[in-house]
């Protein structure tokens, strides 16, 4: 699934089997990594490029190993096999958020060559954190699009989720501050305000791996999985994914 953001076309079914705003008894796995992977630290200070602008071709096969798995998550969390069924659940009547809901509902990152994604769940209610790898072919490439996505939020407030047979949630769009992690990062979070799906929320963080676009987002959780989530995903890329 991913996409851009991903979670872009899951969002609506995890939402709809979420059940609205209300929280499952059972307390969710505490995002805590289980085998962060030894490296070198993976924070890179905001704005600084990790690579220079080498064009670089990546492979479905060396992007999909560099995804985090089962084994770099907290135990709990299982595989979340929900499929993308192409639906575009965002939408705006303002022009100033369409290119933000473009982004939304892109089943991959726009101009990628190559993208993978790979979804985890804590159980039925939740938190789904969603990881997704999209090779650009260049650094630069990865930061015009970070931030053009930046710019897309900035200029927006909110957006509109329709999730079937459940009507249309309106969601406020706000930045956050993003962990520091990769290069250049951005996050943001949507919230729902009004609607079935009121006060559940999403949050995303963007950031760069060399030519890679790397993209985390955490859905129905309890407002501390973005940052250890974004560490195991960008330490186990840099591993992995090699600069030319």
């Known amino acids: 699934m991913t996409r851009y953001l991903a979670l872009a076309a899951a969002l609506a079914l995890s939402m709809t089997a979420c059940g609205g705003d209300e929280k499952n008894s059972a307390a969710p796995p505490p995002f805590t990594p289980s085998q962060t992977p030894s490296a070198t630290p993976s924070k890179t200070p905001?704005?600084?490029?990790?690579t220079p602008a080498v064009r670089v071709t990546r492979t479905s096969t060396e992007l999909t190993g560099a995804l985090p798995g089962l084994s770099d998550l907290?135990?709990?969390?299982?595989?979340?096999?929900?499929?993308?069924?192409g639906s575009k659940p965002f939408s705006t009547p303002s022009s100033r958020c369409k290119t933000l809901v473009k982004y939304l509902n892109a089943t991959k990152a726009p101009g990628a060559k190559v993208s993978v994604s790979r979804t985890?769940?804590?159980?039925?209610?939740?938190?789904?954190?969603d990881y997704g790898l999209d090779s650009m072919g260049t650094s630069d490439e990865v930061t015009?699009?970070?931030d053009s996505y930046a710019k897309a939020v900035d200029?927006?407030?909110?957006?509109?989720?329709?999730?079937?047979?459940?009507?249309?949630t309106s969601m406020k769009v706000e930045k956050i501050t993003a962990p520091e992690y990769g290069s250049e990062p951005f996050a943001f979070r949507l919230t729902g305000t009004s609607?079935?799906?009121r006060g559940l929320e999403y949050a995303a963080v963007v950031t760069g791996v060399g030519d890679v676009i790397l993209s985390v987002g955490?859905?129905?959780?309890?407002?501390?999985?973005?940052?250890?989530a974004t560490e195991?995903?960008?330490?186990?890329?840099?591993?992995l994914l090699k600069p030319a």
Do not use: N
């Open 155 to 168: 200029s927006c407030s909110k957006v509109t989720l329709k999730t079937e047979g459940a009507g249309s």
């Open 120 to 129: 985890f769940t804590g159980g039925q209610e939740g938190p789904y954190v």
């Open 195 to 197: 609607g079935p799906k």
């Open 232 to 239: 195991v995903a960008v330490t186990k890329a840099r591993q």
């Open 46 to 50: 905001t704005g600084t490029a990790s």
């Open 218 to 228: 955490v859905l129905a959780g309890q407002g501390t999985e973005l940052e250890p």
């Open 144 to 146: 015009d699009l970070r």
């Open 74 to 85: 907290p135990s709990g969390f299982s595989v979340d096999k929900s499929e993308d069924d």
